[in-house]
T-cell receptor, first 117, second 114 residues
């Protein structure tokens, strides 16, 4: 149980285009989902926290107009990178907190690698 | 603000040897501590976690970790490493005081020699 999927796993796009990444909790309802960014050989940095039906809370330094997050249901959150540029190339990982689990437990997706040309 | 330090960027061990990964944290209240493993190009898998109680925590894949409050440490150990343990390991801290957000350490890359 507690499986989180992400789609796509890989995406290559041209500079200036927008890219949408989906994060789904497959077998549980996720009250909260988190979006992280990981640069090569670096740690995960929290970008934003999203709760179902409400606006996402962004970490300091993360442009909310650049990284649009929608948490439309208890099993789906989307991250849209708008007007992507090469510096947005990164590994994006989502995690989900299950309704039944302790608040501290997050289940991670496999990640989406974005390459902006 | 909470923070996590993993002093070792790389560790190389021989297969069958023991492994210890260090993790030091800074947190103003009762910490919740986690160890995750990440294989190349993959997401994170939870190895073990500490919330309270017994300070020696057993996890999956034969890993264990010990919480030492006096040293602000949560080191990960495995008695005998397998080649499949080669991966990146992340220590993380969270808790109610931080809104249950996780802060990750920089990671330790483990290489296993045959």
């Amino acid at each position: 149980g507690a499986v989180v999927s992400q789609h796509p796993s890989w995406v290559i796009c041209k500079s200036g285009t927008s890219v949408k990444i989906e994060c789904r909790s497959l077998d549980f309802q996720a009250t909260t989902m988190f979006w992280y960014r990981q640069f090569p050989k670096q740690s995960l940095m929290l970008m934003a926290t999203s709760n179902e039906g409400s606006k996402a809370t962004y970490e300091q330094g993360v442009e909310k107009d650049k990284f649009l997050i929608n948490h439309a249901s208890l099993t789906l959150s989307t991250l849209t990178v708008t007007s992507a540029h090469p510096e947005d190339s990164s590994f994006y990982i989502c995690s989900a907190r299950a309704r039944w689990a302790s608040l501290e437990t997050q289940y991670f997706g496999p990640g989406t690698r974005l390459l902006v040309l | 603000a909470q923070s996590v330090t993993q002093p070792d960027i790389h560790i190389t061990v021989s297969e069958g040897a023991s492994l210890e990964l260090r993790c030091n944290y800074s947190y103003g209240a009762t910490p919740y501590l986690f160890w995750y493993v990440q294989s190349p190009g993959q997401g994170l898998q939870l190895l073990l976690k500490y919330f309270s109680g017994d300070t020696l925590v057993q996890g999956i894949k034969g890993f264990e970790a010990e919480f030492k409050r006096s040293q602000s440490s949560f080191n990960l150990r495995k008695p005998s490493v397998h080649w499949s343990d080669a991966a990146e390991y992340f220590c993380a801290v969270g808790g109610k005081a931080a809104g249950n957000k996780l802060t990750f350490g920089g990671g330790t890359r483990v290489l296993v020699k045959p």
